[in-house]
């Protein structure tokens, strides 16, 4: 018994030991964990608006609860003709992301790390990574440029000789919404990629060389397992972010005519909320918590699949 107590003391004292010893990294640890603090989990007591109907005038804490044991703001939304189309729309327009984004990286990545000239390759990285920095009013400002019936290089095109309205659409919405995000950010995305390739022992590639093996052979063989776990993580990533896509590109993007397609589940809930003449922010926090509910099962359930298919997982 003393030995035990002896043995806890001294785990103890040199745990404080080191503290003591290496206080600068606690104390650069302090201020994110502070900010994390009051930014990211003080304001989460304002889930609670969900299960209330929220009044400003008695705050989150004196408004009066919800019927049906608080989840009547649920139920409302359930219940809206609105649900169906703006959940299918939020699916279609996310997985569609995912399913092109993830492939487009990795094939940009792998074009880039096979590349022979330097220059030229560097010079690809950068126009290609440069849209990244573009904000998201002007890079819609530039999609309605490009795509305008009257004056666009293509929309005028499109128009006559298809008649087609590219942006008026409903069918072509998801299709100018993800490939116009891939263009934004498969420069950004394919730079985590060239990162796991320059990691690739060059005595593989070497060896599949000797053995008589393809450009294509040693991508598949050499490559591609080595940036698997990379992809892993990136794909689960994303599909954490499928269902709370960000509201602002797809807004500047609406109009009457693409309504039927464009309108999500973050657009649905920010005009419930903010843009209505009553603005009722109970029901809109109840859309966002079923969003980020919806968006955490899917996280679980795609690292449970990924780690049955290749033993690698994010959690």
Not at 225 to 234: E, F, G, K, L
Not at 275 to 283: G, M, T
Request: charged letters at 10%; glycine letters at 8%; proline letters at 3%.
């Amino acid at each position: 018994m003393k030995g035990k107590g002896k043995t806890k003391k001294t785990g103890r004292g040199t745990l404080r030991h080191y503290m003591k010893a290496h206080w600068q990294l606690y104390a650069m640890i302090i201020p994110p964990v502070v900010m994390l603090l009051i930014f990211s989990y003080a304001p989460m007591y304002g889930l609670l608006m969900a299960f209330k109907n929220y009044r400003v005038i008695d705050g989150v804490w004196g408004s009066p609860w919800a019927a049906h044991f608080g989840m009547d703001n649920f139920i409302r939304f359930f219940e809206n003709y609105n649900f169906l189309e703006s959940l299918r729309n939020t699916l279609v327009i996310s997985l569609y992301t995912l399913v092109v984004n993830t492939p487009c990286s990795i094939i940009l990545a792998l074009s880039l790390n096979y590349a022979k000239n330097v220059k030229f390759k560097k010079f690809v990285q950068m126009v290609t990574y440069s849209p990244y920095f573009i904000s998201t009013i002007v890079f819609v400002g530039i999609l309605n440029s490009i795509f305008d019936v009257r004056v666009g290089a293509i929309g005028s095109f499109v128009y006559n000789h298809f008649g087609l309205n590219v942006l008026g659409t409903p069918g072509l919405f998801s299709s100018v919404y993800v490939w116009s995000g891939v263009w934004q950010t498969v420069g950004y995305g394919a730079i985590i990629y060239i990162a796991a390739l320059a990691g690739v022992d060059m005595e593989q590639h070497e060896a599949a060389i000797i053995d008589g093996a393809t450009l294509l052979q040693r991508i598949r063989y050499v490559d591609l397992p080595a940036i698997m776990p990379t992809a892993v993580i990136m794909l689960i990533l994303e599909t954490g972010r499928i269902l709370n896509m960000g509201y602002e590109k797809i807004l500047a993007m609406q109009n009457q005519n693409n309504l039927s397609m464009s309108e999500v589940i973050p657009t649905y809930a920010y005009k419930v909320s903010l843009v209505s003449s009553f603005p009722d922010y109970s029901y809109a926090t109840a859309i966002g918590l079923f969003q980020s509910a919806v968006g955490l099962i899917m996280i679980l359930l795609s690292n449970a699949i990924a780690k049955k298919m290749t033993g690698d997982g994010f959690i």
